[in-house]
């Protein structure tokens, strides 16, 4: 296994990797960084939060190994809807069948089972359908009380103890986040995590408890896999600092034939509005059990890419499959061949992203212009809060993104952005120190030598958050790294 260094990655866009039994050690987590993750997944949905807290402390020991920040989300479970138990632990459902959903927490048989869900009876009509197991069960309302729902079996099949229900053609009134994932949240920030992602996220305002919560802390990622969220999706994309394609259940509710255009709209409003954006759910599916992919998944993962993608992420392949670290490495692989396709860069840039009316946007959308102009060989972004980079990763430049901040938060929430390499350093407190600084890093990087040009961009006065106002273009001596004197 061929695996990195801790240099910047041989391609721009990034690897989310989630954790679980295939991959919860420390020496397995330092295997799949090495062979191209880079951010981690902690998914709440299953284990405790104690198992967490070594998890967790497991990725920042390879941190501290490895020298370089690495992003840790935390994905929060959601108020995911599950039927109660059965009698004898599953039951077989025939199509035609009448089939009942009550509040009774008795064990059900092949005519009822407990809904422990009161606000899914408020908004059901007849009519509406209701999908079993990820869809394998299809029931239709045939009539509704505040006690119990009538529906008929249109697809039957066997149906086990608390599988999922998704209900796509309404809007359930429930909050976006359960006392589980308040406690969750709680916990994720007393450990310091880079990112948080809210599930099941139907309406902007299902995100304004868990900001009020992360109060700054943390980034918020909102999971974009729910029909409704499509109908306001852009103003779900304004209020979050990301979002995710989460193609699972959203794959669920949705026909088959409706996710790829939904895909591609949630790419292109998260790429059009600024903000980072993950494909994740079923990249690599057959490397859970299998050591290669198929041609299909292959294609899948590079369609995501030219799309301009920041983030294409691994489920079960990394958390519970044979073959984590070589989905990792195919991952990173495919993505170093599509970035290498000289056609890369018009496919991704198909969607127009134009800059704010700032200062700060302007400089940013110039710096990537004024690299294919004058050859440049890098972008070097100073940044207190990581603005300066979210802005300069949205222009999709043709160079790398070395981001030099003062901040160790800053430097690990970066982990998901497009094309950004982040190091933690000391602030400049001159002009003169930030080009000395800019020149320095940029070769101890790897990024350019001695005749090359480099591209600065950054905030006067330093230390600033937000203050984005100087571009700056210097020609490297390859001399900068010498002793003075």
Known sequence: MLYHSTGPRKRKVRVLATLGPASNSAEMIEKLYRAGADAFRVNMSHGTQDDKVALIAEIRAVEKKVQRPI?????????????????????????????????????????????????VFTALEPGTRLLLDDGKIVLRVAAKSDDAIDARVEVGGALSDRKGLNVPDVVVPMAAMTEKDRSDLAFALEQGVDWIALSFVQRPEDLDEARAMIGGRASLLAKIEKPAALERLEEIVAMADAVMVARGDLGVELPPEAVPPAQKRIVETARRMGRPVVVATQMLESMIVSPTPTRAEVSDVGTAIYDGADA????????????????????????????????????????????????????????????????????????????TARRVSRERPSVPILVLTPKQETARQLGLLWGTHAVKTRDVASFEEMIDKAKRMALRHNLAKGGDRIIIIAGVPFGTAGSTNVLHVVRLTGDELRPKG
Do not use: Y
Request: glycine share 8%.
């Open 312 to 387: 294409v992420m691994l489920s079960a392949e990394s958390a519970a499959g044979a073959w984590p670290v070589e989905s990792v490495s195919m991952m990173d692989r495919i993505a170093i061949s599509v970035e290498a396709d000289p056609g890369h860069a018009a496919r991704m840039h198909f969607t127009e992203t134009r800059a704010d009316p700032t200062t700060a946007d302007a400089l940013a959308e110039a710096s990537a212009v004024i690299a294919n102009t004058v050859s440049a060989k890098a972008i070097i972004c100073f940044t207190f809060s990581g603005s």
């Open 71 to 119: 992003t840790v989300l935390v994905d929060l479970q959601g108020p995911k809807l599950r039927v109660g138990t059965f009698a004898g632990g599953k039951v077989e459902l025939q199509a035609g069948a009448a089939f009942q959903l009550d509040h009774d927490p008795t064990p059900g048989d092949a005519t009822r089972v407990c809904l422990p869900h009161k606000e």
